[in-house]
Nanobody, 125 residues
């Protein structure tokens, strides 16, 4: 059973910072691609940032220069440093490992998307 579990602060004022973590547990050997997504009320889920196992990153235009994605491959943990937060950053945040990118102890990749349960992050004064 593979689980992705997000953690980190849940409330911050505009201009502040939060650091999110996502730890993979279970029979996970490696994950060669991971991403952070968010879903604001009344909106579709959107990509925030993504990172390969080698550390190549891609950030959504809305967060460029403010957010930074990183990972610790030895711990199969994903991070998102969010700086200069804005009220529009309020959303439920999810971490994701797409199908075929999370490798199990069996040697085979998991054939379905893996998602964390999501957690609310609110930016408000």
């Amino acid at each position: 059973q593979v689980q992705l579990v997000e953690s980190g602060g849940d409330l911050e004022q505009p201009g502040g910072s939060l650091r999110l973590s996502c730890a993979a547990s279970g029979q996970v050997v490696s994950i060669n691609y991971m991403g952070w997504y968010r879903q604001a009320p009344g909106k579709q889920r959107e990509l925030v940032a993504e990172i390969t196992e080698e550390g190549t990153t891609n950030d959504a235009d809305a967060v460029k220069g403010r957010f930074s994605i990183s990972r610790d491959n030895t711990k199969n943990t994903l991070y998102l440093q969010m700086n200069n937060l804005k009220p529009d950053d309020t959303a439920v945040h999810y971490c994701n490992a797409p199908a075929g990118r999370l490798y199990l102890a069996t040697g085979w990749p998991k054939d379905r998307d893996s998602w964390g349960p999501g957690s609310q992050r609110t930016v408000s004064s």
